[in-house]
Nanobody, 125 residues
């Protein structure tokens, strides 16, 4: 089992950047692929990005690739989401999630086994 805690959210102006962190407890963090999702008020939880256990492969939502970058440091048990050129429509609660395999699906929240509590990112116009 792995326990996830997100941080790094906040209020930023349009065009600004935020770097979110997902810190994991447990000795087996490197055994999990990690995904980031976001959920705006009244909307469904949507896929943002995912990264394999080793960090060797990444996937992004089509509309976000080029602005968002996912990375991980297994020595620090942490996954990061760098978000640049933020727009008001990026306002949401951002969640990280863990799953044991990368190849069996990464785009649906139902694919993941463990979730963090989320961190709010708000972009003002």
């Amino acid at each position: 089992q792995v326990h996830l805690v997100e941080s790094g959210g906040g209020l930023v102006q349009a065009g600004g950047s935020l770097r979110l962190s997902c810190a994991a407890s447990g000795r087996t963090f490197s055994n999990y692929a990690i995904g980031w999702f976001r959920q705006a008020p009244g909307k469904e939880r949507l896929f943002v990005a995912a990264i394999t256990k080793s960090g060797g492969a990444r996937s992004y939502a089509d509309s976000l690739e080029g602005r968002f970058t996912i990375s991980r440091d297994n020595a620090k048990n942490t996954v990061y989401l760098q978000m640049n050129s933020l727009q008001p429509e990026d306002t949401a609660v951002y969640y990280c999630a863990a799953k044991r395999t990368y190849d069996t699906g990464i785009y649906s929240p139902d694919d993941y086994d463990f979730w963090g509590q989320g961190t709010q990112a708000t972009v003002s116009s």
